[in-house]
Nanobody, 117 residues
Framework: QVQLVESGGGLVQPGGSLRLSCAAS????????MRWYRQAPGKERVLVAA???????NYADSVKGRFTISRDNAKNTVYLQMNSLKPEDTASYYC???????????WGQGTQVTVSS
């Protein structure tokens, strides 16, 4: 059974940091591209960061220089280090696994990040 379990969300003050984790199981993690999306209330889900099976990374312009995606294939886990957090980063963050062919794709249930003073 495929599972993606996010953790690490919470409440943080502006300028603070959080590290999200996504633990994967039930598929060949090392062969999948991994992505973090976020969705704020009333808005669409948008791509935040991506890392390929070959360790290439890509970021949304809004988080470049502040967020870092990484993966540990030995632990079947992908991370999102978030620094210099802003109130506009407040959202539910979702982990996504996608086969490089485009299918299948799997989603986690999300973890809430709230940036507020």
């Amino acid at each position: 059974q495929v599972q993606l379990v996010e953790s690490g969300g919470g409440l943080v003050q502006p300028g603070g940091s959080l590290r999200l984790s996504c633990a994967a199981s039930g598929f060949t993690f090392s062969g999948y591209d991994m992505r973090w999306y976020r969705q704020a209330p009333g808005k669409e889900r948008v791509l935040v960061a991506a890392i390929t099976s070959g360790i290439s990374t890509n970021y949304a312009d809004s988080v470049k220089g502040r967020f870092t995606i990484s993966r540990d294939n030995a632990k079947n886990t992908v991370y999102l280090q978030m620094n210099s957090l802003k109130p506009e980063d407040t959202a539910s963050y979702y982990c996504n696994a996608i086969n490089p062919t485009g299918w299948p794709t799997y989603w986690g249930q999300g973890t809430q990040v709230t940036v507020s003073s």
